[in-house]
């Protein structure tokens, strides 16, 4: 009769710890975003490296801020969990990649192809202090058309 | 709402997704958002999943309700909307969000999303 008990018991024990453990990791790891985040103007998380992106919206994000020659932080979810898990939670956003700039998320794949289409982009990077490459490249086009 | 012949050839070969997942997709965007027109595409096929599987989608969606709204806050009106189908399966989701004016002087041309580099499932 005891073991019965003890065996019935014991998972609930067992999912309450788990479910604590998981409560803390979470708080952790926002806080880790939280630092990340504020302390870089801008940053990527995305699957893979900005030298090897392993999703197609990744690269896209990648190639878009290498258009504009903007040096970020990437973070690859694919090798932390807890962060791919955590980043989701952190801008509600479902969904990999996810840009930051100056500790505000912009948006993901789709929003930073339109923003870099609209010109939106160059603005924003302009407000944290960045000069795009494409607007290097305007000026120098139109001082030698001058 | 008027449609070009392009943008209805172009719905024809790209949005007849039929699965489950889709539909409901479909149901819920139109009834939230009464989309004047709309594509549910399912692009899982350019990644690596089973024949027939619905984790990769694009949606275009054109509504008055986007109306005022930063491209943001329509994505993540979209999002909440489909917050099981993320929760459940689904991926990816690439959106085109647009008025209906805006969608009249687009293009109409919907790009398909960029290829898979393998990342999915790993």
Known sequence: MNTILIRNVSPIYKNAFKLTSRLFADAAINDKIDKIVKNNKVVVFMKGVPDAPRCGFSNAVVQIMRMHAVSYDSHDVLADENLRQGIKEYSNWPTIPQVFINGEFVGGCDIMLQMHQSGELVEELKKVGIKSALLTADEAKKESSK | ?122
């Not at chain 2, 149901?27 to 595409?41: F, P, R, S």
């Not at chain 2, 990769?56 to 189908?85: C, P, Q, T, W, Y």
Request: net charge positive.
């Open chain 2, 1 to 122: 709402m008027q449609l070009s012949i392009r943008t209805v050839i172009l719905s024809r070969q790209m949005s007849n997704t039929t699965g489950v997942i889709a539909n409901s997709i479909r149901n819920k965007l139109q009834i939230a958002l009464q989309a004047k027109h709309m594509e549910v595409i399912n692009e899982s096929y350019m990644h690596n999943v089973p024949k027939g599987a619905e984790t990769h989608f694009k949606v275009v969606v054109v509504s008055d309700k986007f109306d005022g709204l930063a491209l943001i806050k329509r994505h993540r009106m979209v999002n909440d909307l489909l917050k099981e189908e993320l929760q459940n399966g689904v991926h990816a989701l690439s959106i085109v969000a647009k008025t209906p004016q805006q969608w009249e002087t687009s293009d109409q041309v919907i790009e398909s999303s960029p290829n898979c580099r393998g990342g999915f499932g790993k």
